[in-house]
């Protein structure tokens, strides 16, 4: 069965970049929502597998982590899967400290660790 990912706040060349990767090589297909409201209601409409949130949305300059922090205290939200998207492993430590997942950098988009993380969630269910 087709996942679905929510990837949130990123501008059209990473989100372009992060489509190719995720449905090149998972059986999923990747959603664009651009401010934190957008994210919050296309959770609400239908079940996601996995949320991608950068850590500065590139519209509306929404924090990340705050996004997290909400899904998490929402109990309807709370167990979707959620990872950050960021370079930085402050922020990455931020995140898991939050409720997400362990995430990984734009830099590191072609890296196994990176497949091998978003193929957890994406490939559970499968044989």
């Known amino acids: 069965m087709t996942k679905r990912v929510l990837d949130v706040g990123n501008c059209a060349a990473d989100h372009g970049a992060l489509r190719r990767l995720i ?23 239908g079940p996601f597998d996995l949320v991608l949130v950068n850590r500065k949305l590139d519209r509306d ?3 990340g982590i705050d996004i997290i922090r909400e899904m998490k205290s929402d109990a309807a939200l709370a167990a979707t899967p959620v990872m950050l998207i960021t370079n930085f492993p402050d922020h990455q430590q931020s995140a898991v400290e939050a409720g997400a997942l362990p995430g990984f950098g734009k830099a590191s988009l072609d890296a196994p660790e990176t497949t091998e993380r978003l193929g957890a969630v994406l490939q559970k269910g499968e044989q």
């Open 23 to 45: 449905e090149g090589r998972f059986d999923a297909k990747v959603v664009a929502s651009h401010t934190r409201w957008e994210a919050l209601a296309a959770l609400r409409e």
């Open 61 to 63: 300059h929404s924090d």
